[in-house]
């Protein structure tokens, strides 16, 4: 992604969801290197403020399931910098379980949070996106590709924001507005490595992405408008194996289940030496800060 390093953002507004830690401060980050003018969104009001300053930017507390706080977000973006350039979706939830374990409401909150809220949010930014003829970048999941145990409400709001992102870029074709999809495999955030005894065996199987490397895919989408960046190569191979011949994953589901299981145990262990204490188990509800 060198090019990524050489292009610059100068006087561009960057809105990230999600951007109080993981995926979305190191969004923030690479995109407040490259000259933009960044908009920190995520409920945790204290830390994005922190961030804000170090960075030079605005941040704007809000819960994205709350479509008030959406157009707040909006209002308050052009208000003080009067354009908006990238629109980053990266806020996300999950609850973990058998689909009848779940409370109904646990359910309605993942596809609130990772399906309605970016349809909402673009929707509202899309005014401004088409003046600028910017672009959206929507952070998906490897598991918007491959259906995982445990994980369907998860999977079906990332396979409708993978839909959604491709249907609106046919939209915007003409307008010259943007609009792509990072989808990366596991990553070494707290939304997943602090659920482990919830997160499937089956997810640890795949290589373990570091938040800077797949905020360099969204810099990336950002700048080239790539359709989609899956990350990593092999997994998004695995997937698209899996999804043509859906028996193969029936086939390699316990070979991948057991590598899964070993890493998470050596995760665990690491947990447990740097804390001096075992890891318990967490609860079944995850969401990356918004």
Request: with cysteine; glycine share 6%; net charge positive.
């Given at each position: 992604?060198?090019?990524?390093?050489?292009?610059?953002?100068?006087?561009?507004?960057?809105?990230?969801?999600?951007?109080?830690?993981?995926?979305?401060?190191?969004?923030?980050?690479?995109?407040?290197?490259?000259?933009?003018?960044?908009?920190?969104?995520?409920?945790?009001?204290?830390?994005?403020?922190?961030?804000?300053?170090?960075?030079?930017?605005?941040?704007?507390?809000?819960?994205?399931?709350?479509?008030?706080?959406?157009?707040?977000?909006?209002?308050?973006?052009?208000?003080?910098?009067?354009?908006?350039?990238?629109?980053?979706?990266?806020?996300?939830?999950?609850?973990?379980?058998?689909?009848?374990?779940?409370?109904?409401?646990?359910?309605?909150?993942?596809?609130?949070?990772n399906l309605k809220?970016?349809?909402?949010?673009?929707?509202?930014?899309?005014?401004?996106?088409?003046?600028?003829?910017?672009?959206?970048?929507?952070?998906?999941?490897?598991?918007?590709?491959?259906?995982?145990?445990?994980?369907?409400?998860?999977?079906?709001?990332?396979?409708?924001?993978?839909?959604?992102?491709?249907?609106?870029?046919?939209?915007?074709?003409?307008?010259g507005v943007g609009?792509?999809?990072?989808?990366?495999?596991?990553?070494?955030?707290?939304?997943?490595?602090?659920?482990?005894?919830?997160?499937?065996?089956?997810?640890?199987?795949?290589?373990?992405?570091?938040?800077?490397?797949?905020?360099?895919?969204?810099?990336?989408?950002?700048?080239?408008?790539?359709?989609?960046?899956?990350?990593?190569?092999?997994?998004?191979?695995?997937?698209?194996?899996?999804?043509?011949?859906?028996?193969?994953?029936?086939?390699?589901?316990?070979?991948?289940?057991?590598?899964?299981?070993?890493?998470?145990?050596?995760?665990?262990?690491?947990?447990?030496?740097?804390?001096?204490?075992?890891?318990?188990?967490?609860?079944?509800?995850?969401?990356?800060?918004?």
């Open positions: 992604m060198d090019h990524a390093v050489k292009k610059s953002f100068k006087d561009q507004v960057v809105i990230v969801t999600g951007a109080s830690s993981g995926v979305g401060a190191a969004a923030a980050r690479a995109f407040a290197r490259r000259g933009a003018r960044v908009v920190l969104a995520a409920r945790s009001a204290a830390r994005i403020r922190k961030l804000a300053r170090e960075l030079g930017g605005l941040a704007v507390p809000t819960d994205v399931a709350d479509l008030s706080q959406l157009e707040r977000l909006i209002d308050a973006t052009v208000a003080k910098y009067g354009r908006i350039d990238v629109l980053v979706n990266n806020a996300a939830a999950n609850h973990r379980g058998p689909l009848d374990t779940l409370d109904p409401a646990d359910i309605a909150m993942v596809i609130d949070t809220a970016p349809m909402l949010l673009t929707r509202l930014a899309l005014p401004h996106l088409r003046e600028s003829r910017g672009v959206v970048v929507n952070v998906a999941s490897i598991a918007g590709h491959v259906p995982l145990p445990d994980e369907a409400s998860y999977c079906a709001s990332k396979w409708g924001l993978r839909g959604f992102t491709f249907a609106l870029r046919g939209e915007l074709q003409d307008a609009s792509c999809v990072v989808s990366p495999g596991p990553i070494s955030t707290p939304f997943v490595l602090d659920d482990l005894d919830h997160v499937p065996d089956l997810v640890f199987s795949q290589p373990i992405l570091s938040a800077e490397e797949v905020a360099e895919a969204v810099v990336a989408c950002a700048l080239d408008r790539t359709r989609e960046r899956a990350i990593p190569a092999q997994s998004l191979a695995l997937a698209k194996l899996v999804s043509t011949f859906p028996w193969v994953q029936d086939l390699l589901r316990p070979v991948l289940e057991a590598r899964g299981a070993r890493v998470k145990q050596e995760l665990r262990s690491r947990s447990s030496a740097r804390s001096g204490k075992p890891v318990r188990n967490r609860k079944t509800g995850a969401r990356r800060p918004r």
